[in-house]
């Protein structure tokens, strides 16, 4: 399946007054090598192991496969994990006809906050809430396997 999302740093807290759910994500990476990802995530009672491809040279869309996993054996793989991991809480916030998925950073990523959307196309419209800001999408740093590696804390402000 191809993954196609665009990503945006955010303005201000306005979405929190939006937001339909808040839930808190904890995951790592059995693999960050360029070429590929695998990631093993835990949301609330869910656990989900994702394999995730080079993106397009837009940085618009990758393939992507994603299989859910009993929450325990999600947790045995964690330990596998390379050294860092990603702790967000997510929201979803409803604008038009698009569900944005809003990430607030915790632990080394404190302050960073990002807001993703999913389309059908890389051309498809979408309705731009007022706290969306600049556009990050394709920058390597704000991919969560690159954040485990180099967290926010660690970036020139």
């Not at 979408?126 to 926010?152: A, C, H, I, M, R």
């Amino acid at each position: 399946m191809i993954e196609i999302e665009r990503k945006f740093l955010i303005t201000s807290e306005a979405f929190k007054k939006e937001a339909s759910s808040k839930t808190l994500f904890i995951q790592a990476y059995l693999n960050t090598h360029p070429e590929r990802t695998i990631r093993i995530r835990i949301q609330a009672d869910k656990a989900f192991m994702t394999i995730k491809g080079k993106s397009s040279e837009s940085g618009v869309s990758r393939y992507e496969w994603e299989k859910e996993l009993p929450v325990d054996e999600a947790k045995e793989l964690l330990k596998l994990c390379e050294p860092g991991k990603i702790e967000k809480y997510r929201y979803l916030v409803t604008v038009g006809q698009h569900t944005f998925e809003v990430d607030e950073f915790l632990g080394d990523n404190q302050g960073l906050r990002i807001a993703e959307v999913e389309l059908h196309s890389e051309q498809e419209y979408f309705l731009k809430p007022d706290w969306l800001g600049e556009e990050v999408t394709g920058q390597n740093q704000y991919y969560n396997s690159q954040l485990t590696l180099n967290p926010y804390k660690n970036w020139k402000k």
